[in-house]
């Protein structure tokens, strides 16, 4: 299976940050120049997994940056987080987890609805689901 042509689905629908990795923190695909470290996907899932309101006063790392968590939807396995890049661009980070991955996606223009990143990210992991992922 080639896992690149998941993160290019979500580049194609305006989350060029991107990337899912399993549980373990162990990378399967991401997009050109975006990295996380296998200690901040495990941290994330595991506060996720949780209900880790922790997140909400210390933020959360994600590929070396501080992320302010909006919120921590245990129900629904998803994390909304904002942030802004070194233009100062507004982001809207999203992370959900499926049965075996951890699925990250940003954008980096502010312009692009944090409601729409959601919906690929959330659409992907529901997809792997069905499949057992």
């Known amino acids: ?3 690149s042509s998941y993160t290019d689905r979500l580049i194609s629908n305006k989350v060029e940050l991107c990337a899912i990795h399993g549980k373990n923190g162990a990378l399967w695909a991401s997009a050109p120049g975006f990295s996380c470290s296998p200690d901040e996907v495990v941290t994330i899932a595991n506060a996720i997994a949780r209900n880790d309101n922790s997140l909400y006063g210390s ?3 994600v590929a070396g ?3 302010t968590v909006i919120r921590l939807e245990t129900d629904a396995d998803l994390l909304v987080m904002k942030g802004k890049d070194t233009d100062n661009q507004k982001q809207t980070m999203i992370v959900a987890l ?3 991955a951890v699925i990250i996606g940003a954008n980096k223009d502010e ?3 944090g409601s729409s990143v959601r919906t ?3 659409g ?3 997809y792997l689901k069905q499949c057992g992922y």
Do not use: E, F, N, P
């Open 98 to 100: 499926s049965t075996q």
């Open 111 to 113: 312009s692009v609805q």
């Open 120 to 122: 690929a990210v959330q």
């Open 124 to 126: 992907l992991r529901d």
């Open 65 to 67: 940056k501080r992320w």
């Open 59 to 61: 933020g959360a790392v």
């Open 1 to 3: 299976m080639s896992w």
